[in-house]
């Protein structure tokens, strides 16, 4: 299993920017997709989490970003997306994203920075 990230850049205090994450190969079953996020010197820590039964898509977002971010997946498209909105400084950090099939599979990281 291979995924792709995209979609991080450099963005001012306030603005917003979507993350999305592919993920291709042996893909059977995937029941958990998520992104963590690693700044300088922190360790690495959970953005949010999706999770699906039948038809229903299931949440869980940080503290820290709940109202201001929101998680989905295609699951037809096997990828998994972050809208992020109102972006504060602290979010600066690279993104993970994640899935869960069996294991877990990691991306290699998107780079997003919020300026002042």
């Known amino acids: 299993v291979q995924l792709v990230e995209s979609g991080g850049g450099l963005v001012q205090a306030g603005g917003s920017l979507r993350l999305s994450c592919a993920a291709s190969g042996t893909i059977l079953s995937i029941s958990a997709m998520g992104w963590y996020r690693q700044a300088p010197g922190k360790q690495r820590e959970l953005v949010a989490t999706?999770?699906?039964?039948?038809?229903?898509?299931?949440?869980n977002y940080a503290d820290s970003v709940k109202g201001r971010f929101t998680i989905s997946r295609d699951n037809a498209k096997n990828t998994v997306y972050l809208q992020m909105n109102s972006l504060k400084p602290e979010d600066t950090a690279v993104y993970y994203c994640?899935?869960?099939?069996?294991?877990?599979?990691w991306g290699q990281g998107t780079q997003v920075t919020v300026s002042s």
């Open positions: 999706i999770t699906s039964a039948g038809s229903t898509n299931y949440a």
């Open positions: 994640v899935i869960t099939q069996g294991s877990d599979y």
